[in-house]
T-cell receptor, first 112, second 112 residues
Framework: DGGITQSPKYLFRKEGQNVTLSCEQN?????MYWYRQDPGQGLRLIYY???????QKGDIAEGYSVSREKKESFPLTVTSAQKNPTAFYLC???????????FGPGTRLTVL | SQQGEEDPQALSIQEGENATMNCSYK?????LQWYRQNSGRGLVHLIL?????REKHSGRLRVTLDTSKKSSSLLITASRAADTASYFC????????????FGQGTTLQVKP
C-alpha cells in the first residue's frame, strides 16, 4: 500500500518546547516538502529536499529545522524559536522533474 | 510569496450545477496544477496543465490556461455534494522550477 504518512495526527506543544513531526513515503520519490497551512489560507513552503542529505529553505523557514538522512523520511522539527507554531502541517513528495505532489494527511499542531 | 490568487474565495451551488473557479498568477510558469482539499485533510492532485497547453479535461473537470493573461480556470460540471471541498491552484514558475506556489483557494459548497 504505497503512500505518504504523517504522524501524529494531533500534537500539543507547551511554550518553549521543540517538537518533531514525522513524514514517511514509500513512493520512491526524490523530493519531499513541508508546508504550513493557517485557517482559510493556502499552503506556504517551509523546507524542501530534492535528494538525500540536502535540503533548502522555503518561504517561512525561520523557527523550523529538517533532516533528510533517508530517501523515505523527512522529519520537521518545530523549535521554540517559532513564535506562532499553531497550524496545520502538510508533508508532500514528488518525482522532482514532474512535481505533481502527493500529500500526507497532515498534522495539526496546537501550542498550549 | 503568494503567486496565485483565486476567485471567488467561496462558492455555493446546487447539485447538478456547474462550478467555475479562477486563478491568476504573476510570473511565467512551466505548469499550473489544481488540487482539492477536503476539510482537515491533505491535498489531492486533480490535474496539471503545461504552459504550452490551452485546455485539458479529466472526467468532469475542465481546465483552461491563458498564459497571455496569466490566468487559469477550473470547471467542474454536473457537481455533486461530494465535490464540496477547497480547491487550490499551484504554479511552478520558470524562475523557481520544482517549487509550487499555492493560491489561497476557493471553498466550494455543493448543496444536495
Amino acid at each position: 500500500d504505497g503512500g505518504i504518512t504523517q504522524s501524529p495526527k494531533y500534537l500539543f506543544r507547551k511554550e518553549g518546547q521543540n517538537v518533531t513531526l514525522s513524514c514517511e513515503q514509500n513512493l520512491n520519490h526524490d523530493a519531499m516538502y513541508w508546508y504550513r497551512q493557517d485557517p482559510g489560507q493556502g499552503l506556504r513552503l517551509i523546507y524542501y529536499s530534492q535528494i538525500v542529505n540536502d535540503f533548502q529553505k522555503g518561504d517561512i523557514a525561520e523557527g523550523y529545522s529538517v533532516s533528510r538522512e533517508k530517501k523515505e523520511s523527512f522529519p520537521l522539527t518545530v523549535t521554540s524559536a517559532q513564535k506562532n507554531p499553531t497550524a496545520f502541517y502538510l508533508c508532500a513528495s514528488s518525482w522532482w522533474q514532474y512535481n505533481e505532489q502527493f500529500f500526507g494527511p497532515g498534522t495539526r499542531l496546537t501550542v498550549l | 510569496s503568494q503567486q496565485g490568487e483565486e476567485d471567488p474565495q467561496a462558492l455555493s451551488i446546487q447539485e447538478g450545477e456547474n462550478a467555475t473557479m479562477n486563478c491568476s498568477y504573476k510570473t511565467s510558469i512551466n505548469n499550473l496544477q489544481w488540487y482539492r482539499q477536503n476539510s482537515g485533510r491533505g491535498l489531492v492532485h486533480l490535474i496539471l496543465i503545461r504552459s504550452n497547453e490551452r485546455e485539458k479535461h479529466s472526467g468532469r473537470l475542465r481546465v483552461t490556461l491563458d498564459t497571455s493573461k496569466k490566468s487559469s480556470s477550473l470547471l467542474i460540471t454536473a457537481s455533486r455534494a461530494a465535490d464540496t471541498a477547497s480547491y487550490f491552484c499551484a504554479t511552478d514558475s520558470t524562475s523557481n522550477t520544482g517549487k509550487l506556489i499555492f493560491g489561497q483557494g476557493t471553498t466550494l459548497q455543493v448543496k444536495p
